[in-house]
């Protein structure tokens, strides 16, 4: 497809469940970010890879959360035995990245978590 | 985690209003960026600021990148109902832990609401 896409876009999960998100960047695009958007506030950074190198994870909240992209296209998002707080929406970017300071970042439509 | 001072949280306007919403922080910011997100979908770019002082324009949105590097505002002219949404500033690089591939921080949104 032409943009980000990501999977599911609705996930319920009980408390102590583990679930994996799914995020599809545009095709080319070398950078990949993570952000968690709580109910009425911005998104928050989680975590970056540039191809298949996790190179920053300071935003990941706890241990509980592990991301990857092996093959530097496709990411993964899990978080294991989800916990009430870890209810949001998780957003997926990615970008050209070409060494500048700054490329525009194409977010997907993002993943909805309820943890009940 | 750090977010940026957004305001107002909220806005009632009719149709043909003009807008204005501002964003600061206590960090320098190379970057400031203004994002509109729809319900169910991730943020839009909306503009881009690269230098500070600079005065942006995109049809009927006009931004600016304060002189300090540690604010930015945003106005919408003539509202029309599509306008309808959630707006976002966003840094990017500086000394707020700022990085070459440029996470975003963002304000926590403002919230408009267009009447006909």
Not at chain 1, 29 to 58: C, I, M, R
Not at chain 2, 70 to 80: M, R
Not at chain 2, 99 to 115: C, E
Request: charged fraction near 15%.
């Amino acid at each position: 497809g032409a943009g980000v896409s990501q999977s599911p876009r609705y996930k319920v999960a009980k408390r102590g469940q583990d679930v994996a998100l799914r995020c599809d960047p545009i095709s080319g695009h070398v950078s990949l970010f993570w952000y968690q958007q709580a109910l009425g506030q911005g998104p928050e950074f989680l975590t970056y890879f540039q191809n298949e190198a996790q190179l920053d994870k300071s935003g990941l909240p706890s241990d509980r959360f592990f991301a990857e992209r092996p093959e530097g296209s496709v990411s993964t998002l899990k978080i294991q035995r989800t916990q009430q707080e870890d209810s949001a929406v998780y957003l997926c970017a990615s970008s050209f990245y070409s060494g500048r300071a700054y490329n525009e970042q194409f977010f997907g439509p993002g993943t909805r978590l309820t943890v009940l | 985690g750090q977010q940026l001072n957004q305001s107002p949280q909220s806005m009632f306007i009719q149709e043909g209003e003009d807008v204005s919403m501002n964003c600061t922080s206590s960090s320098i910011f190379n970057t400031w960026l203004w994002y509109k997100q729809d319900p169910g979908e991730g943020p839009v770019l909306l503009i881009a600021l690269y230098k500070a002082g600079e005065l942006t324009s995109n049809g009927r949105l006009t931004a600016q990148f304060g002189i300090t590097r540690k604010d930015s505002f945003l106005n919408i002219s003539a509202s029309i109902p599509s306008d309808v949404g959630i707006y976002f500033c966003a840094g990017q690089g500086g000394n707020a832990g700022g990085t070459s591939y440029g996470k975003l921080t963002f304000g926590q949104g403002t919230i408009l609401t267009v009447h006909p």
